[in-house]
């Protein structure tokens, strides 16, 4: 996999990454001040939150690869579509995971079905239905099609997670709603410097999975 690391801008993101990660680590531990009435189950919000943003951007470049392989009709662009699926659902699993850490101390449990829990599981499913097609769809060419239009539809939910605190009756509303300007000062940095962070660690994570994708195509073409 030495092959990864040939390009020096994949050295260069990766070393970022890297210092990126260990420095937002150690504000989120040791800088970030600590909200009293959820201790350190509040520290998960300086992941869940970022994570989750990364999740829902990779399902934004899953849509926009699947409208491009429809345009131009470049297989490239499933791969791409492929890689952003894989590395979405990864981090949306991780929400799916962190979410009822940061919740328990709140609603004393862990999981409520409640309008952005319930749509954010549903984004999910539709990813592992996803997958499955893209493993037993059959021809290649035919489940490069059906994945781009299920990536563009699967994406509509995303808008729909966000403002589903919009959509719903304000009694059914139980997320935590974070209101930025009323945190205790220095949250606001700490948060900031995280999503950098992970957002960094998203394209480093993109371009790999792309990377390794191409790779495997060429050998397969030049085995064909």
């Known amino acids: 996999m030495s092959f990864l690391f040939q390009d020096r801008f994949m050295r260069i993101l990766f070393i970022v990454s890297v210092i990126l990660m260990a420095v937002n680590l150690y504000a989120i531990f040791f800088v970030a001040p600590m909200v009293p009435e959820q201790h350190w189950a509040q520290k998960i919000f300086y992941v869940h939150v970022p994570i989750a943003w990364s999740g829902f951007l990779s399902y934004f470049i899953v849509m926009v690869a699947g409208i491009l392989f429809f345009i131009k009709r470049d297989s490239f662009w499933d791969r791409v579509g492929l890689a952003a699926a894989e590395i979405g659902t990864l ?30 599981l549903i984004l999910f499913l539709i990813y592992m239905g996803y997958f499955m097609l893209r493993k037993f769809g059959g021809h290649p060419e035919r489940v490069a099609r059906y994945a781009a239009v299920l990536g563009i539809l699967a994406f509509l939910d995303v808008p729909l997670i966000f403002y589903s605190v919009k959509f719903w009756a ?14 205790p000062e220095g949250i ?34 030049k085995n064909v």
């Not at 304000?170 to 945190?183: F, I, N």
Request: aromatic share 16%; no cysteine; proline share 8%.
């Open 91 to 120: 981090f949306v699993a991780l929400v799916l995971i962190t979410g009822p850490i940061w919740a328990t101390p709140i609603w004393g449990k862990p999981w409520i079905w409640e309008p952005r829990l319930t749509t954010t």
């Open 170 to 183: 304000p009694q059914y509303q139980l997320h935590p709603q974070v209101e930025m300007a009323q945190q």
């Open 188 to 221: 606001l940095q700490s948060f900031l410097f995280s999503m950098l962070t992970f957002t960094i660690l998203y394209i480093l994570m993109l371009l790999f999975r792309v990377k390794i994708l191409n790779f495997q195509y060429k050998l397969k073409t």
